[in-house]
């Protein structure tokens, strides 16, 4: 399970001093440890299980974060590699539908919710296979952003 650890980032006239994080490990280097964002001068940095941190410098002092929600929810909000995700969920949704797709089939679940539409039993199977498709999606977003500890 990856964690979470938080510190602040010290400065002198001439250098940024940032935590000292391990070499990339596993195969392909897929173990890694990822700065996510910087909150109120806070940042926080996902480190999966298994990596070990190596000795830090003095000036700086990395935590481990009990992650409540609302922290979660900020961290999500401020990491470009959370909007990454993000975005190539997208992109795997538009490789097979287009946003043209989506609504179709989002005006054909909005009216059978509503009871005012039936849907015929080819729109239903279609629209069970774009639902089952963008779920995969989504469930791959999921697996990412748990790799980040979010």
Not at 69 to 97: G, N, W
Request: hydrophobic share 40%.
């Amino acid at each position: 399970m990856t964690s979470i650890y938080a510190y602040q980032k010290a400065s002198t006239p001439h250098t940024t001093i940032q935590m000292a994080l391990p070499d990339s490990q596993g195969f392909d280097d897929a173990l890694h440890c990822t700065e996510l964002c910087t909150l109120d001068g806070t940042t926080y940095v996902a480190v999966p299980e298994g990596l070990t941190l190596p000795m830090q410098p003095p000036e700086i002092d990395p935590q481990p974060v009990v992650l409540t929600d609302a922290l979660k929810e900020q961290i999500k909000s401020a990491s470009t590699h959370v909007h990454l995700i993000s975005e190539r969920m997208i992109h795997k949704i538009r490789a097979q539908y287009s946003i043209d797709d989506e609504m179709y089939f989002a005006r054909i679940g909005v009216g059978a919710a509503t009871g005012m539409y039936t849907p015929t039993p080819g729109e239903l199977a279609a629209m069970q296979e774009f639902g089952a498709f963008v779920e995969a999606a989504r469930q791959w977003g999921r697996v990412e952003r748990q790799a980040l500890g979010l």
